[in-house]
Nanobody, 122 residues
Framework: QVELVESGGGLVQAGGSLRLSCVAS????????MAWYRQAPGKQRELVAS???????NYAESVKGRFTISRDNTKNAVYLQMNSLKPEDTAVYYC????????????????WGQGTQVTVSS
């Protein structure tokens, strides 16, 4: 079984910064895509940023130039540095890691963190 633990959310004023962290633990043999999603009240969950094992990175248009995703494969960790935060960034942020827990020919599964609240006040 795989567990993802997130940290780093909180309350910040507009223009401020936060750094989210997500560490995976368990019987992991490999990790491919790592990503951050968010869900605001009354809205669907949306992709914020993702990074593949070859470090191909993708950002939502709304966060380009303000957010930076990074990964540390030695720690099974993914981070999201959020700068110049806006009230519209307020949401619960979830990390996702696509992990293989069996042999090299085994299947991949997506695992999710419990979510961390980010609130940006105006």
């Amino acid at each position: 079984q795989v567990e993802l633990v997130e940290s780093g959310g909180g309350l910040v004023q507009a223009g401020g910064s936060l750094r989210l962290s997500c560490v995976a633990s368990g019987s992991i043999t490999d990790i491919s895509t790592m990503a951050w999603y968010r869900q605001a009240p009354g809205k669907q969950r949306e992709l914020v940023a993702s990074t593949t094992s070859s470090e191909r990175i993708n950002y939502a248009e709304s966060v380009k130039g303000r957010f930076t995703i990074s990964r540390d494969n030695t720690k099974n960790a993914v981070y999201l540095q959020m700068n110049s935060l806006k009230p519209e960034d307020t949401a619960v942020y979830y990390c996702m890691q696509r992990c293989r827990t069996g042999p090299a020919w085994g299947k991949w599964d997506d695992y999710w963190g419990q979510g961390t609240q980010v609130t940006v006040s105006s």
